[in-house]
């Protein structure tokens, strides 16, 4: 089985990548979704305060590693590929890496800060109070966090600069080479 | 002027970035060359032991981009552009960018740690004895320093998975975006 990570700072194109890796019929776990399962699991409402506390707790009691393993246990094994989302820190690769080796893939999406803050800027809803000045410091807590770390030590860089377009060509492309090859008579022309 | 930063995790190639930068007439200065400058200024022989001390002494004393600003002072007004090889943590970035804004440019260069870990095996010299739990603790410690920060928040990622040649090829393209354009009439087939 093949387990393909995405990461990048905000705005980068992240979603977009996942967004696209579920459109071409890839399973896809957020790690997000097993801190949400332990908040419910306790009983707890789900905001953003008990979710970065339990989060956090969490880290603090089991390792920095823990969403990773929790993600890893919700990994169906019939699957041939499976896309997570969401990683942040390098213990979290790590994790992936020595239970995977070269099955695990780690791709960082990324885009200049000036794409990314403009990019931030227009996606603003209208009941989100975005500046620039939040912006940046979104970037510095995930900075703070190691996704830096993760990003240096990916396997795959992929560049979303341009149009979207062309960048939903680049993810489809890389994660196609992750697919079981045809079968054999059916790519003749190839 | 364009001043463009080189970055990348060792054996990433920055290095042949830079190269190639030299062999097409740019301007070239190395950050380290500022911390050699005051280890000679002091009359301290040139070993890495004084290089290392120095070079965190003066960050502790003056700030962290204390090295971003000598080299600065080394640029000469009247280049048109210039390489800057070295830069270690995001508080030499900002100082760039708050000095020069649209004409700094900050490109990392990216291998992932298979490739990298593969060049800097081969590259091994008689002399050294470079062992892959030695290479993993470089790496650890360019980390430390926030490297990793700095390619998150790199302008321009260059990948240099593939050959030599098509590396130099993409280094070559992209410094010849900042290269002053053909005089008029010069470039009519284009």
Redesign the interface.
């Known amino acids: 089985m093949k387990v393909i990570a995405f990461t990048g700072?905000p705005g980068s194109g992240k979603s977009e990548a996942v967004k696209v890796a579920r459109e071409m019929g890839i399973p896809v776990i957020r790690m997000g979704d097993c801190v949400w399962d332990e908040v419910r699991k306790r009983g707890l409402e789900l905001n953003d305060e008990n979710v970065g506390r339990i989060a956090n707790e969490m880290r603090e009691k089991y390792g920095k590693d823990i969403w990773a393993k929790r993600t890893f246990e919700k990994i169906d094994p019939s699957w041939d590929i499976v896309v997570i989302d969401g990683i942040r820190n390098?213990e979290e690769v790590e994790f992936f890496r020595e239970k995977l080796g070269k099955d695990f893939t780690l791709i960082a999406i990324?885009a200049?800060?000036?794409t990314r803050y403009r990019r931030l800027m227009e996606r603003k809803r209208e009941d989100d109070s975005t500046t620039l000045e939040k912006i940046k410091e979104r970037?510095e807590r995930e900075?703070g966090w190691?996704?830096?770390?993760?990003?240096?030590?990916?396997?795959?860089?992929i560049?979303n600069d341009g149009s979207l377009h062309g960048f939903r060509e680049k993810i489809k492309d890389t994660l196609s080479t992750f697919l079981a090859p045809p079968e054999e008579g059916k790519n003749e022309n190839l």
């Open positions: 700072m390098i990324h200049s800060p000036e970037d900075l190691g996704i830096g770390v993760v990003i240096a030590m990916a396997d795959v860089i560049t």
